[in-house]
């Protein structure tokens, strides 16, 4: 079986004739779906042609984080409510006005009737799906507890999405302050300073403050060498991101020296031991072996620090040494999370322990994230303040200078 595309004609509660086309399961679905829209079916045929095919390319990801977590927890509900899993799928699916999420859905609700697991199903879309989801869903169906792991998942993703997005908002004002001040500066140099000199040049005698004799030739250079800057920064930026992206040590560098940076790299160390902390606690607890839920982890991170210290944790394992090792020899990790984690390893129940580091983290995450907004706030205004007042003060210089020469 595979999905069909049907071109119909119907009438809305107006009388108007409204032409399209339909990805679905059958007929069935795709009359209950016009119906549901408040359409009466004329005409339903059949439609495969090459823009119907050409339509289901799609390049990037269909789900989006928070449409995987609404989904989970819309899936959840149907479950828990006795609703099999194909037609909870296709209850989903008729729901979705984006034809993107909902072939997406009726393909799942179609490979589960070909004989899939929900988790091979799902595991056909690693785009949408994450490993760790996959998994967890498999342990899901072998309990038969799949809908409270699938609302245990939902509730998983909306607290990382959720600490993701107060990180962003933590770092996104003061880079938007900052470019903007950069952008004011810029200005200031390139088209009104050169106006002052104009102005000087005028009167005889006239002595330019040094401030402001600083920034007249800063200017005259940029206006004298802005192909060649342009060109420089250019050439800079592109041999950077080259170096980050296929030069190991390159990358691990910049990382490391981030992470050493007073504020984001406590914001970058609190993100990724949240997101170690939460993966580990939520599969050791439902069974998952140690080292396979590791190496789901280290495909879950994006920095090479932390990457490097999942892969050294399941050497450490595979070799017999202790899996508290790397945590402890880490400089980029908290000593209480290393302590947890070698307490929870002496003990025998690393599986508690990382729930209980999931749950410490979770709750102070917002107060430190409100504790660095409050100590980057006063600073980035005195850097703002301070850029501003002085390229001001090189302005008001020479007036003040001019009036006492009159």
Known sequence: MKLRNYKYIAENQKGKIVKGHFETINKYTCTKYLESKNLKVKKLTESNNIFTKLNQIVVSAVLKKRQLIFFLKQLSALLKAGITITSALEVLALQQDNKYLRRLFFTLNLDIGNGLTFSQALGKHPKEFPKMLIQMVEIGEISGNLHETILKMADYYDKQAKISSSIKSTVRMPIMYLGLTIVVAVGLVLFVFPSITDLFVSIDGAELPGITAFFLNASDFMANNIIIILVVTIVGAA?????????????????????????????????????????????????????????????????????????????????????????????????????????????????????????YYNDMSELRIEKIKNTLQPVLLIIVYTIIGVMLLAIMLPMLSLGSQI
Do not use: C, H, W
Request: proline share 4%; hydrophobic share 40%; net charge negative.
């Open 239 to 359: 041999g950077i991101y080259f170096l980050y992206n296929y030069v190991p040590k390159v990358k691990y560098f910049f990382s490391a020296a981030l992470l050493k940076t007073p504020i984001f790299g406590q914001l970058i160390q609190m993100y990724n031991q949240i997101l170690i902390a939460n993966s580990l606690s939520q599969m050791l607890s439902s069974g998952i072996n140690t080292l396979y839920a590791l190496q789901t982890i280290r495909e879950l991170l994006s920095n090479v620090v932390y990457i490097e210290l999942i892969e050294n944790t399941i050497r450490n394992i595979t070799d017999g040494s202790p899996f508290s090792k790397s945590f402890l020899e880490s400089d980029y990790i908290d000593p209480i999370m290393a302590r947890m984690v070698a307490t929870g390893e002496n003990t025998g129940d690393i599986p508690s322990l990382m729930n209980g580091l999931s749950e």
